[in-house]
């Protein structure tokens, strides 16, 4: 049971957490509750921008202002599943060979797939069960791993030539995907100065700890939905299906697969987790409309037409969510 | 604390009764149909309804909505659903409808405790996510307006039928003067003598029953005749059906006829096989007695130049049987109401019913009009196989009235006859009246002698139904109409 005392704590922990990122990190608030959003459901974030933008920057300050693990695996069309999760070696002990597992980077509690889509698909699936489960397999034996565990991952939209487009499956157990857009001009400028006077960057002092953030997960769950508000959920995510009857003209003109339903839950879940950063006692449909895009852009599929005519998710995202009524 | 349970209760009855104002919605608009039909049919007398039934009929869609607001079991409505629409009405971000949740699921202490805090904090006005006032009231009542209006305007709206008799009665001096003299209210109408017999003979008239003074009075008395009026629709249909195949075989005989004559012509002699076989085939589907009877002797004949005589007889006895068929032709129209005289208008309500027997029999009209006072009477019982009769059967003043010479010769021509009554319509004073030539109608005389009324001639009117081979079903209509119209037999 969730307590006065255990409410004020997490929604503390986490004000403090959004600041020491903020104090790194000029402007981008979207992502930054994006990524604090993933990091309460207990969720992964894809995170799409071209270089420089501060993505990796992003996920190291995040791990830095936790205090916790933090990995970064470079994905290569050269890496191997191996070079993430970790294999077994020959060691020796007492004169005795014997096979020793040797972790991967993915034991971390923060690791960042930075280009996750210059790696092939067999080394993308390596990340699947780690993402998902929590757990690793490595021959016969299963480790899991640390928790808080999320799986931050980067990709580059423009640079297409040798990259291996993220198949729907993974893709699907990011919780959301957040754009990375250009800073505005005072932005670029407050950014140009924290990184060229004194002592340059600095990340921040751990600010939460593992616990505290295991502790708001809790609390975040807890949150209520009026019952009426899921069933607008479900009505939601159906709509982006192309035979369904809440399918909106455009849906069913240009899309081949709509939103699972871990859609769903990664809206009502995204919505609580907002309505807790909000400090709000409930979800509403504020909450709903603040996650419903970075929880389904990346799950709806185009169709050939669709991608023939340029159509952009977004604004098929956008037409449904005003197509689609509350009561 | 914030009393969610109060408000709940509140929010229920708000909404069964928004939930009553909407099916007494439907059932008034549903119930509404009534009372319209009802006084649609009243209108077209179709129904005969006191006023006070109708008046309760009105009132059908308001206990239907009545009903249906307090009667009908209404199913619960659905909270959640009814706080988000409260919710969204006033702007409390899904606080109540999370309340609520927290309540049935029986925890969340701590965001219940929050919730609450910030609903206490703010007016509530919950009454405005579901009102029920003027505005849920203003189109039933609008609805309940068009209803009394729209029943108003039919039950009080001149009837089509009205109309029609109206149009036909407002005909233009010319054709007034000309037309068959109707029943004026203001005369006298001595109660016709009891009679008995065939059913085209006069039935008893009963003399307190007051005659109808319009012509939507006359229809819908013959109308609602049990014995008639039902059938009247049927017989109207069949006839137009009999008729054209009557049409049709005086067509084909009269062409036989013509070959028969033809070649009698040419070559002389008797009828040949095919002729026999023809004629005989034909002879079947004849319904004229008379037109049977020439046909058949027209078989047995066997002197080559009576033959010929014979074939010239059935072949005008054809020729006069298919016009009496036949509606006037433009031709005839003309000799009625020659174009100097009359306007466009005017000749659209020239349309005369039956041509005297004379013309039907001439089409080139020798001898309309123009027989003498003897003929007539000497020749009626001699021509009594003719199925119109003579035009001494059918004009009661025989040949004495184109002697007399009273209306002018053009009138005579057009087929009408001067009668000694005279016609008062509305202010405009005494009118000569005539009658159309054809009609078994005949001015009747008083005990003292006095021309003061028509009657229907009966022998005249069994000839004429019986000679154009009328339904037996429609011939008591047409009966009754001459009736109504002369207030029976002499």
Same mark, same amino acid.
């Given at each position: ?27 981008? /608030? *979207?992502?930054?509750?994006?990524? #604090? ?8 974030? =894809?995170? %799409?921008? $071209? ?116 198949? /729907? *499956?993974?893709?699907?157990?990011? #919780? ?8 505005? =001009?005072? %932005?670029? $400028? ?116 669709? /991608? *023939? ?19 | ?490």
């Amino acid at each position: 049971m969730i307590t006065e005392k255990d409410l004020e704590t997490a929604q503390a922990t986490f004000e403090r957490l959004q600041r020491a990122i903020e104090g790194v990190i000029v402007g981008h /608030e *979207a992502v930054i509750e994006a990524t #604090l959003i993933a990091l309460l459901c207990r969720g992964n974030l =894809l995170l %799409e921008g $071209v270089p420089g933008l501060g993505k990796t920057l992003l996920v190291r300050t995040l791990a830095s202002a936790l205090g916790l693990r933090f990995s970064r695996i470079q994905f290569t069309p050269d890496l191997m599943p191996a070079d993430i999760v970790g294999t077994d070696i020959i060691t020796e002990d007492g004169g005795k060979r014997q096979f020793t597992y040797s972790p991967g980077p993915v034991f971390a509690n923060v690791v960042l797939a930075d280009e996750v889509n210059r790696a092939t698909p067999k080394t993308q699936s390596a990340l699947l069960e780690a993402m998902e489960e929590r757990t690793v397999t490595v021959g016969k034996a299963t480790y899991p791993l640390e928790e808080p565990f999320i799986v931050l991952a980067t990709q580059n939209p423009i640079e297409m030539e040798g990259t291996y487009p993220l198949p /729907e *499956a993974q893709v699907d157990r990011f #919780l959301l995907k957040a754009t990375v857009g250009y800073p505005c =001009l005072d %932005e670029l $400028v407050d950014i140009a100065k924290r990184n060229t006077e004194g002592d340059g960057l600095r990340l921040p002092e751990p600010v939460a700890s593992g616990e505290e953030i295991l502790q708001a997960r809790r609390v975040v769950r807890e949150v209520p939905i009026a019952e009426e508000l899921r069933r607008y959920v479900g009505r939601l995510v159906l709509a982006t299906h192309p035979g369904s009857p809440h399918a909106t003209p455009k849906v069913k003109e240009f899309v081949e697969y709509g939103a699972s339903p871990r859609a769903a839950i990664a809206l009502i879940l995204g919505a609580k987790a907002h309505a807790f950063l909000a400090g709000e006692g409930n979800v509403r449909r504020a909450d709903l409309e603040a996650v419903f895009h970075p929880a389904l852009v990346h799950r709806v599929i185009l169709n050939f037409k669709g /991608e *023939a005519e340029g159509i952009e998710v977004s604004d098929l995202l956008a037409e449904v969510w005003k197509e689609t009524a509350v009561v | 604390m914030f009393d969610l349970s109060r408000l709940l209760r509140a929010i229920e009855r708000r909404a069964r009764r928004l939930r009553g104002l909407r099916r007494a919605g439907i059932a008034f608009g549903v119930f509404v149909v009534v009372p319209l039909g009802i006084a649609v049919c009243y209108r077209l007398n179709l129904l005969s309804l006191s006023w006070p039934v109708l008046g309760g009929v009105l009132a059908l869609p308001f206990l239907a909505a009545l009903f249906a607001y307090f009667l009908v079991r209404r199913p619960k409505a659905s909270l959640p659903r009814l706080l988000l629409r409260v919710d969204q009405a006033l702007g409390t971000s899904e606080r109540l409808s999370s309340l609520y949740e927290l309540r049935q699921r029986g925890g969340g202490g701590v965001f219940r405790r929050r919730i609450e805090k910030h609903l206490q904090d703010r007016p509530l006005p919950w009454k405005k996510g579901l009102p029920v006032g003027l505005t849920n009231l203003i189109p039933f009542a609008t609805g309940a307006l068009i209803l009394v209006g729209a029943y108003l305007v039919v039950a009080f709206a001149p009837s089509p039928l009205a109309d029609l008799a109206e149009s036909l009665s407002a005909e233009p001096p010319v054709a007034a003067e000309k037309r068959t003299a109707g029943f004026s209210p203001e005369q006298s109408v001595p109660a016709p003598p009891e009679q008995s017999g065939s059913p085209l003979e006069s039935p008893p008239q009963e003399a307190a029953t007051p005659p109808p003074d319009n012509f939507e009075d006359v229809l819908s008395e013959i109308w609602s005749t049990p014995a008639t009026g039902g059938a009247l629709v049927q017989g109207g249909e069949d006839l137009s059906g009999l008729i054209e195949e009557q049409q049709a075989l005086s067509q084909a005989i009269e062409e036989l006829l013509s070959r028969i004559q033809e070649r009698l012509g040419q070559e002389g002699g008797a009828l040949t096989e095919a002729e026999r076989r023809a004629l005989s085939e034909l002879i079947s589907g004849v319904t004229s007695p008379q037109l049977r009877q020439a046909l058949e002797s027209l078989l047995e004949e066997t002197d080559p130049e009576a033959l010929e005589d014979e074939v010239e007889q059935a072949l005008g006895l054809t020729r006069a049987l298919a016009r009496t068929e036949e509606a006037p032709t433009p031709e005839e129209i003309e000799k009625i109401h020659p174009p100097a005289e009359e306007s466009e208008g005017e000749q659209a309500f020239a349309w005369t019913p039956p041509e005297t027997p004379e013309e039907m029999s001439t089409p080139d009209g020798e001898g309309t009009g123009q027989r003498s006072a003897g003929e007539g009477t000497d020749e009626a019982s001699a021509d009594q196989d003719q199925p119109w009769g003579r035009e001494e059967d059918l004009d009661p003043h025989g040949g004495t009235r184109g002697a007399e010479g009273q209306g002018t010769p053009q009138e005579e021509q057009a087929g009408f006859i001067p009668t000694d009554l005279a016609a008062t319509i509305g202010s405009a004073g005494a009118f000569e009246e005539f009658l159309t030539k054809g009609v078994p109608v005949e001015p009747s005389t008083t005990e003292a002698g006095e021309v003061d009324r028509y009657a229907v001639n009966y022998e005249t009117l069994r000839a004429i139904l019986e000679g154009r081979s009328i339904p037996p079903e429609a011939r008591e209509v047409v009966r009754q109409y001459f009736e109504t119209i002369t207030q029976g037999g002499p």
